[in-house]
T-cell receptor, first 109, second 115 residues
Framework: DAKTTQPNSMESNEEEPVHLPCNHSTISGTDYIHWYRQLPSQGPEYVIHGLTSNVNNRMASLAIAEDRKSSTLILHRATLRDAAVYYCILRDRDDKIIFGKGTRLHILP | DAGVTQSPTHLIKTRGQQVTLRCSPKSGHDTVSWYQQALGQGPQFIFQYYEEEERQRGNFPDRFSGHQFPNYSSELNVNALLLGDSALYLC??????????????FGPGTRLTVT
């Protein structure tokens, strides 16, 4: 079973920041927090991952709570192309990915 | 680099038939994982192959089997198809060494319809 909890859906206006929350209260010390997204009619694509510290890349930022029981994916300036299902996933050394249902993000023009 | 490729794109089969889906991993990747995604659901892990052996398996019956070739490409076989096997089948590749630190690259999937 997925070890994360996410809202089913969220809405945001175009060109505004989006904060996608994820709860993972049973996270272990060796679990990495990964985010993937799935655009319509495509396979999932990697967004970002982190362990303890906040992370930034060209797509997004990942803010990890100090106790690691929650995290937030931040899209700094949403575009219509960011409309997708976003999955928050915990990965440990066994490497397999267990997806939950994710958050469906709607972007309003 | 073509990334992960899968074939065929779409497939229609009848209940009771057998199907084979194919996947070529991203260049430099030696580990292949397969997922089943039903409509409106997140992908479900089927199994993972490395060094031509099944290394991990999700909660899927023995009707689902696979193979990995020396060039790291992989096949997913499903026997005795059921209507419930209708889904998008996704292949993902990654490097084995410290794979959990790296992203998995997903292919576009094969849409299987069982009638």
């Amino acid at each position: 079973d997925a070890k994360t909890t996410q809202p089913n859906s969220m809405e945001s206006n175009e060109e505004e920041p989006v904060h996608l929350p994820c709860n993972h209260s049973t996270i272990s010390g060796t679990d990495y927090i990964h985010w993937y997204r799935q655009l319509p009619s495509q396979g999932p694509e990697y967004v970002i991952h982190g362990l303890t510290s906040n992370v930034n890349n060209r797509m997004a930022s990942l803010a990890i709570a100090e106790d690691r029981k929650s995290s937030t994916l931040i899209l700094h300036r949403a575009t219509l192309r960011d409309a997708a299902v976003y999955y928050c996933i915990l990965r440990d050394r066994d490497d397999k990915i267990i997806f939950g249902k994710g958050t469906r993000l709607h972007i309003l023009p | 680099d073509a990334g992960v490729t899968q074939s065929p794109t779409h497939l229609i089969k009848t209940r009771g038939q057998q199907v084979t889906l194919r996947c070529s991993p991203k260049s430099g990747h030696d580990t292949v994982s397969w997922y089943q995604q039903a409509l409106g659901q997140g992908p479900q892990f089927i199994f993972q192959y490395y060094e031509e052996e099944e290394r991990q398996r999700g909660n899927f019956p023995d009707r689902f089997s696979g193979h990995q070739f020396p060039n790291y490409s992989s096949e997913l076989n499903v026997n005795a198809l059921l209507l419930g096997d209708s889904a998008l089948y996704l292949c993902a590749s990654s490097p084995r060494e410290l794979g959990y630190l790296y992203e998995q690259y997903f292919g576009p999937g094969t849409r299987l319809t069982v009638t």
